[in-house]
Nanobody, 122 residues
Framework: QVKLREFGGGSVQVGQSLRLSCEVSGATTRRLCMAWFRQAPGEERELVAKIDSEGRARSVDSVEGRLTISVDNAQNTLYLQMDRLTAADTAMYYC????????????????WGQGTQVTVSS
């Protein structure tokens, strides 16, 4: 059973940075598609960034250059570096994993963490 546990959320000011971590157990990150999603109040959950088992990473256009996904396979840990945060980044952030996925598509993620809250205020 794959288990995911997020760390690192909190309250920050506009323009500051945060780094989220997601510890993975029950599987090796070398064989998983992994991603960060977020959900703001009243909004649908959206994909923020994903990384495949070969280490190819991609962020959605709206956060490109500010929110960067990475993985440390030796530590079995996923990260999301969040820079130049804005109020629009306020949301619950979720780590997700897919064991059997060719393209790491949004609908393929079947393991989820409990979420960590990020609040950005001016």
């Amino acid at each position: 059973q794959v288990k995911l546990r997020e760390f690192g959320g909190g309250s920050v000011q506009v323009g500051q940075s945060l780094r989220l971590s997601c510890e993975v157990s029950g599987a090796t990150t070398r064989r998983l598609c992994m991603a960060w999603f977020r959900q703001a109040p009243g909004e649908e959950r959206e994909l923020v960034a994903k990384i495949d088992s070969e280490g190819r990473a991609r962020s959605v256009d709206s956060v490109e250059g500010r929110l960067t996904i990475s993985v440390d396979n030796a530590q079995n840990t996923l990260y999301l570096q969040m820079d130049r945060l804005t109020a629009a980044d306020t949301a619950m952030y979720y780590c997700a994993a897919a064991r059997r996925s060719t393209y790491c598509a949004r609908e393929d993620y079947d393991y989820w963490g409990q979420g960590t809250q990020v609040t950005v205020s001016s």
